[in-house]
Every structure is written in structure tokens, then in C-alpha cells.
């Protein structure tokens, strides 16, 4: 038998604790598949203000976080276990960098020591494993918060660590943290490293590249996203240096946690429905369309949309046909906030019209709701690493429209009539054309065929992404390094 490995998990947020995109559902989940297959594992994250501090417990000792010339910080540490499970999660708790309402920006606009509050994070979760004895064979580190682990590892912390290999699994190519170079006085790993290979990028601290370069293992979520990352359409200026480490980069798709996003046993539905007894599915849609104050009408197509309203998503796509699409007979429901414009457009067409649907902001719930009510889910993302809310619509039978880039070209299938194959729609061109042609396809058939479009329902319904397939493919890179 081969031995169990000692993992740090290090991720910015984790579902259930903070989210604000699909980095919290990873790191929900992934580590719990990590755990059945036998590893140990310890998760760690900041302890947000939004954190209930009452409902964990507080370590007894403090812990003192070297800052270069701040000299040491002295901050607290909480605990629990993620829910339904037998991971233990740890919290850094430190008011001045934490303590505040947003994860990382308040109305936009990102914090200005968001540089500092990583370095400081990630060195906490490193000090925190050298307090608990936990010194693991791997640090798992995630996005340019913790990609500083990959160095710290070889420099600051090397006699503690000294076996232990780095993996950083980037989420998004399209946020690289990038600082003023003063922040290599906190970060402590000798100004050495600020060169055109490692950190420095166009004289500023370039967070991932650093990490990049320092890993043992770069993983991304998906193999479509691993290898347009290395182009320079999608590698936001470090395509590059991707391509000069590619012999370390590695695709994983992302799984679904099915606990939590399932219609038979969701808690937030009107009525649970499956493949084999879909008559709920339907009482979703009604009380979809009573939520958002439209017609309630079994024989009418809802569309649904969820997600950031960031240019990655192309809200800018649909923000140009959604006025075309709503004069057909379709209803269309939107969750979502991000882009002040966006924002204010999409609520300007609720207003006006009466079959669509809007809500700015963020809600669990409806978002739950929207996957189980609706007939159709638009992703037209003009890049997207993975995308989880395609792959949870096809759980709930909401046949994805996709623009086929990065992990929704890699889940999903075109819809093929004549080898009735398929288990959505999807276009390639990112043009306002191409999408408005590909919904009217998709509406074509829900009005056209009603059998053809109950058989892609069913086979989009019996498709599985597993967290353990993706956690045993984790584990031959950790075993690999
Ligand atoms: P990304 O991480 O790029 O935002 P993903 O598709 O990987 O995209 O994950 C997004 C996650 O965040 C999904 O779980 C989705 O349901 C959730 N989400 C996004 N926006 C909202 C919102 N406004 N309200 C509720 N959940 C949201
Ligand atoms: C990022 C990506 C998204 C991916 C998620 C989880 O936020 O934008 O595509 O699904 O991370 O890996």
C-alpha cells in the first residue's frame, strides 16, 4: 500500500465559511475527497469578518507572523470541521487586515493592502503548521493569495520544511496579485528574486509568476483552460512564462460537491425532484416564475443566469441580445452583481419588461432555485478556467447554452440530432450572433421536438463529475513531485 500524505490545504475562501466564486466550492470540497482516499489534510483560511467567531473554537496560543519590517504580528487562531466531514479547517483571525465586509474590495474597488493581507496570510497558515507539528510533504496553495507558499517554502521556512513539495492550482489566470515592489520587504525571501523570471512584472511584485516559477506542480482546472493559458489570448501577459514551465502545468477538472448541489435532496427547493421523477422539476419552475413575479406557465422556456457580473462572463454578450431574446416567447431570470453597468442595464430591461426577471446581488439560495427551476442556463463565457454553474445545471436537468472556451468546452457536449448525442448547446465565436442563434436553437427544440429535448435532459441528468476522480488525479501530482 502506498503511504498516506500529509497535505496543507491554503485557500482565500471556503464554502461554507465565505465565497465569492467558485474558489470556495474547490476548496469546500477537494480536500474532502482527499480525506476519504486516506490522506490527512488540514484546510486553512482567514476568518473574515462575516465568520461567526462564536460557532468555533479559539486555540489556546497566539501566533506570531514574521513581517519583515513590521516587525512580528501576533494573531489569533479558530477551528472547526467542515461540515460533514472529518477535515479540520483553521481560521486566521487578525482584525486589522480581516476584519472588514468585503473578502477582498468594498464597492469595487479592491483593498489597498490586499499585498500585504496575503503575504501576511500566508505566512500565518506556514507558522501555524510549524505550531500545530503539522509539517506536511505537500502545501497546496490557491490563486495569488497563497502562491507565495512556493517560496517561502525554499527560502524563509526551509529548515522547517525542508521535504516538503509545492502545488499551485491557479483558478484564474486573470487575477495575478500584483503589488508594489516594496512588498519583497515583507514577503523576506531576499531581493534576489525580484527578476524578470521570478516576481518582477513591469517593475511591480507579480504574485503568481512568482508562485509559477517556484511550484513544483501548477494545476488548473480544467485541460482545456491548461492549455490556452499558454497562449497569449488567455495568459494575460504570462503566457510565456507558462509555456517556459509547461512541463509542470496540469489540467484537473473541477467535481461537483453533489451534497450540496443535487435536486434530490436540496434544501432550498420547492419540491426535490431526479431523473427517474421529474415531476418536481416543474414545481420549481412555477415557483421560480412566482419569485421573480412572472407568469406562471408550465409551456413557456425559463432561461436562467448566474454568476459574477464580470466581463469574463459575457454579461457584455448578453446585455446585446437580451432584448432580442426576450421579444420571443421565453422568460429570462438573472442573479448576479459585479459591474456597475451591467448592473444598472440589466435592471433597467427588468423594469420594462414583464418576462424577465432580476436580482442584484448575492443569494445561495436563488441561486439553487434558478438551477432547479429553469429549462435552459446561459454561460457564454468569453474565457472561463472551469465554470461550475454549467456542470450543477446539468445535475438539475437546466440544459446549459455555453460558449465553448476553457472548462465548459471540456464538459460540454454539443447537442447532436442526428447521433442524438449531446448534453447542451454550445457556440464558438464569442458575437452577440452566435448566441442569439444558439438559444433560438435551443428554444427551437424545446418547442419543435419536446421527446429530442427530454432525451438531452436526461443524459445532461446522468452525467457525473467526481470529486474523487479529480482528488485521485491530485494526488498523482503530489506523488509525481
Ligand atoms: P467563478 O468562480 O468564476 O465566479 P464558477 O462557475 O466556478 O465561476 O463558480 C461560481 C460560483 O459562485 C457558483 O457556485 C455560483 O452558484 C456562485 N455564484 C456566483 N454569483 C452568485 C450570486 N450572485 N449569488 C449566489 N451564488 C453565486
Ligand atoms: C475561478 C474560475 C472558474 C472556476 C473556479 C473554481 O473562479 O473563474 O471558472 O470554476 O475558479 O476553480
Known sequence: MQEKLKIAFIASEVVPFAKTGGLADVAGALPKALKKLGHEIIVIMPRYYKIDKTQLTKLPEPLGVPMGSMGELWAAVYTTMLPNSTVRIYFIDYEQYFGRSGLYEENNISFADNGERFVFFTKAAMQLCKMLSFVPDIFHANDWHSASVAILAKTRFVHDFAHAKT??????????????????NLLEIG??????????SMGGLNMLKGGIMHADAVTTVSSGYAAEIQTPDFGFGLDGHLRAHSQKIYGILNGV???EWNPSKDKYIAKNFDVDAMKGKNVCKRALQKHFGLKQKYGVPVIGFVGRFAEQKGIGLIASVISGLLDMDVQIVMLGAGEKWAEGFFSHE????ENFGLHVGYSEELAHQIEAGCDLFLMPSLFEPCGLNQIYSLRYGTLPIVRATGGLDDTIENYDAKNNSGNGFKFYEASSDALYHTVKWALDLYFGDKEAFEQLRTRAMRAHFSWEDAAKNYVEVYRGI
Open 350 to 353: 427588468a423594469y420594462h419588461r
Open 257 to 259: 460537491d453533489y451534497d
Open 167 to 184: 502545488v499551485l492550482t491557479i483558478h484564474n489566470m486573470q487575477h495575478q496579485g500584483i503589488f508594489h515592489k516594496g512588498l519583497m
Open 191 to 200: 531581493w534576489e528574486h525580484f527578476n524578470s523570471c521570478e516576481f518582477e
